[in-house]
């Protein structure tokens, strides 16, 4: 097969996960047969050979159809074939089709995205033969084919009868217009309570996710049941309430489409991660209407490639893959970033100009000679920049290059930490994985991941922060660090980070488990699963952001709660369609508010929610009156983040009582304490409220 050698890298293409391996035509029997088979494929993964030949005809159209949770699909009606193909890695490559004589097909080139979605093929008396490589793991979610010859559908995938995936919709109010989705691809409108069917089949074994696309007018409609594992009999339970609409508060900051400032954001790029200031200010990487990529805040473009920064460099090359960060006032806003200046030099940058570049001369006798995008950077409310790279120290016969983490403030730059060498605190700093990412705070201390004693573990320029194999100050033992999940670190030096205790998946501080999985978070819902590669932030409070599901779908949590999920309602009245779990998470380092990537209908989008505050408990209180024997009592307690929802009285004599406003009689005049607990609807007891009561006869 001919291969064109252009790489394109789109992660909505990543998450389709195909290998399209060979493409061959040739010339065949005029009939129409379908046949498969299964092939071990290479590196193991099962590869799903098939063969058609075509009826003679002046015209014949063949198109191919995939069908995932992530899948890029050409509708019915359409003609030609569309191909998504992957190199082993995962990469997307370019290829072209090829007639059955060999020959480039014109017209026909696809570029890992689409290919010739709406063109004609014309094939006489041709087989068309193709071996497709479905990649194992997170990215594909079941494959199932549809194709069309000769305008006849015919389904075939990897074994099992397909079925259909349906359930119920009730509350939906008279007139109002419901739009489902399965898997990213199979839409459904629906008018009126009742059953319903997705059109697409399913393989049993494969995956379906049922979710909301529109809501109805004036309604928020929620999905139970959603989510799961395709059996071998058709579903159909899955649950869809509507209900008056109960607008949230997790707000879309900007848009692709919108226009910011003088600019029009064209896309979102979420290899360019998402950051929050104390102002509110959000930064994340995208193109502008000429296609240009650049850094963004919702206030409008921030810096572009082929501009000159306010120093007079200019910015060759801007590289979202080493993600933003944006500091706060007092560092003027500045959004810091990796790229190339006007000489291909390397280097870090701000809007204000180059903060540190490839060699750069570092006290007393080294140099600065590479800065490593994969390490990301950060920025403080001081505008001092953190960032990974390596450093050259000359001395002997030969110059040694160690990684190490830096700190500049645009004038200077210094090491903050390097490997073989010790921390202040003593510790041996064996290595460091750059791909944990940096953090800094208002004290320029640099949060890293790296290793010690030929084990992973967490570090600040002053020492371990945290290390496997070790207990924390919780009492939990940190089985598992993983860098993946980044590192964050706030004014209070509290290091967040992504591990495994007890066996399951947890966001970490030095002082314990912040979260894990299984557990029911304050808020109520449970926190099915962590999602790694959405990073971690913190802020000031201790309040832990990250990246999980509850309830099936895709949320943002700190460990008080969901900040947001799937499904919910926007303070738009729109609805949060999907989360980017790859585009990770920020925090206000001063503020409750989570910026975060999804998308809104099908539109990519940059959102902000808000966290959760730590449950408060209530405060008991009561007043009494008293008769003779006998006394009422009347319950003064306040809750000021929710109410009391349980009471639980000691009388004093033996008797107990859960009214809200009891009486009691005693059997003999004398003084008792009386006491009164109550519980918040988050559960949450009080410390107990005591009055002395004196009765007589």
């Known amino acids: 097969m001919k291969r064109k050698p252009n790489i394109l890298l789109t ?54 159809e995939f069908f995932d949770n992530k899948t890029l699909k050409a509708g019915p009606g359409t003609t030609g074939f569309m191909f998504t193909g992957f190199t082993d890695s995962g990469i997307p490559y370019s290829g072209v089709l090829l007639d059955a004589n060999g020959e480039e097909i014109p017209g026909t080139e696809f570029d890992g995205v689409s290919s010739v979605d709406g063109a004609e093929i014309d094939f006489q008396e041709a087989t068309v033969w193709s071996s497709i490589l479905f990649k194992d793991g997170a990215f594909l979610l079941g494959p199932h084919w549809l194709i069309w010859v000769a305008g006849h559908p015919v389904v075939v995938g990897p074994g099992g009868e397909p079925v259909t995936i349906g359930g119920t919709v009730s509350g939906l109010f008279e007139g109002g217009v419901l739009a ?16 319903f069917t997705f ?68 896309d979102i790029l979420l290899s360019g991660g998402v950051a929050i200031n104390i102002d509110g200010q959000v930064a994340f990487a995208g193109r502008d209407e000429d296609g240009t990529d650049a850094a963004f805040t919702q ?45 291909r030099i390397v280097g870090v940058f701000t809007q204000a100009g180059l903060v540190a570049a490839e060699g750069d001369t570092l006290p007393p006798d080294g140099t600065l000679d590479e800065i490593e995008a994969e390490g990301k950077v950060a920025i403080n409310e001081f505008a001092e920049v953190a960032f990974h790279g390596r450093i050259e120290i000359e001395g002997g016969l030969f110059d040694q290059k160690f990684r190490a983490v830096f700190t500049s403030n645009g004038e200077t730059t210094q090491v903050a930490a390097q490997e073989v060498s010790n921390l202040l605190d003593g510790t041996p700093l064996e290595a460091i994985i ?21 084990v992973r573990a967490v570090f600040t320029q002053n020492g371990v922060v945290a290390k496997v194999g070790t207990d924390l100050l919780d009492g939990n033992i940190l ?28 966001v970490f501080t030095q002082n314990g488990v912040v979260a894990k999985v299984g557990d029911i978070l304050p808020d109520g819902k449970t926190l099915d699963d962590i999602e790694l590669s959405g990073g971690v932030a913190i802020n000031i409070f201790g309040d832990v952001t990250f990246h999980g599901r ?100 000691s009388f004093g004599d033996d008797s107990t009582s859960t009214e809200q406003n009891p009486s009691h009689t005693y059997a003999v005049a004398g003084t008792y304490t009386v006491s009164l607990t109550v519980t918040d609807n988050q559960g949450a007891d009080s410390e107990p409220s005591d009055n002395v009561v004196q009765v007589f006869n």
Not at 489 to 503: P, R, S, Y
């Open 11 to 64: 992660a909505g293409v990543v998450a389709l996960g195909l290998l399209l391996t060979a493409l061959i035509a040739h010339t065949a029997h005029a009939q129409e047969t379908i046949t498969i088979g299964v092939d071990p494929g290479p590196v193991g993964k099962p590869a799903y050979n098939f063969a058609f030949d075509v009826p003679v005809a002046a015209t014949n159209s063949i198109k191919l």
């Open 199 to 266: 059109e697409m089949p399913l393989d049993p074994g494969t995956d379906y996710n049922v979710t909301v696309l529109t809501q109805p007018e004036g309604q928020s409609c929620s999905v139970e049941n959603g989510s799961g594992t395709v059996p071998e009999v058709d579903v159909t339970d899955v649950a869809v309430t509507c209900g008056e609409l109960v607008v949230g508060d997790v707000s879309k900051v900007a848009a692709e489409g919108d226009t910011l400032g003088d600019t029009v954001l064209m």
């Open 550 to 649: 509850t309830d099936g779908v895709k949320a943002v949590f700190t460990q008080n709660g969901v900040v947001a999920k799937v499904g919910d309602i926007l303070d738009n009245a729109t609805t949060l369609n999907d989360i980017w779990v790859d585009g990770g998470v920020a925090i206000n380092p001063y503020g409750p508010e989570v910026a975060f990537h999804g998308q809104t209908g099908t539109t990519d989008a940059v959102f902000v929610g808000l966290a959760k505050l730590p449950n408060l408990p209530p405060i008991a209180d009561f007043s009494f009156e008293t008769a003779n024997l006998g006394a009422i009592f009347t319950d003064l307690s306040e809750d000021s983040d929710g109410e009391v929802v349980a009471w639980s009285w």
């Open 180 to 195: 489902l989705q399965n898997n990213s691809a199979d839409d459904l409108e629906i008018t009126e309570d009742g059953p």
């Open 434 to 454: 750059e791909s944990g990412g940096v953090a800094i705070n208002e004290f320029a201390e640099v949060a890293f991941h790296g290793q010690t004693d030929g």
């Open 299 to 343: 206030a409008g473009k921030v810096a572009a490639e082929g501009e000159t920064l306010t120093d007079g460099t200019v910015l060759s090359t801007f590289r979202e893959q080493g993600e933003l960060a944006i500091g706060g006032v007092q560092s003027s806003e500045r959004v810091a970033f990796h790229g190339q200046d006007s000489n």
């Open 479 to 506: 089985e598992y660090i993983n860098e993946n999940g980044g590192v964050a670190i706030n004014l209070f030096e509290d290091v967040a980070f992504h591990g495994k205790t007890g066996g399951v998946k947890a």
